[in-house]
């Protein structure tokens, strides 16, 4: 069984089938895009946090590894705000 499906059932009660699932990641990314691309409106951020985490993807089928980059501050309110996040090369300072 794929792991898509058990993940679904697990999930939903019910089977999803990958090609389901890529059509509604097609479909999300386009918000996605539009949420990383957005205009930072929440004033000055006194404290910006930068972490990755690296995860193991199939493309294409074949799998390698990802590093996830996030960018997480705290606002004047003191809030935190999901700034941004990328896929990177590799979890450090050039990236």
């Not at 996605?32 to 000055?44: S, T, Y």
Request: zero cysteines.
């Amino acid at each position: 069984m794929h792991r898509v499906e058990d993940i679904t059932e697990t999930l939903w009660g019910s089977k999803v089938s990958p090609a389901t699932i890529s059509e509604l990641n097609k479909k999300a990314y386009v918000h996605i895009e539009d949420w990383r691309n957005r205009p930072l409106q929440g004033g000055r951020y006194p404290y910006v946090y930068v972490d990755g985490i690296y995860l193991r993807r199939n493309w294409g089928g074949e799998y390698e590894n990802v590093a996830i980059l996030v960018a997480i501050a705290v606002n004047d309110d003191g809030f935190h705000e999901v700034l941004g996040a990328a896929e990177g090369m590799k979890e450090d300072k050039a990236s």
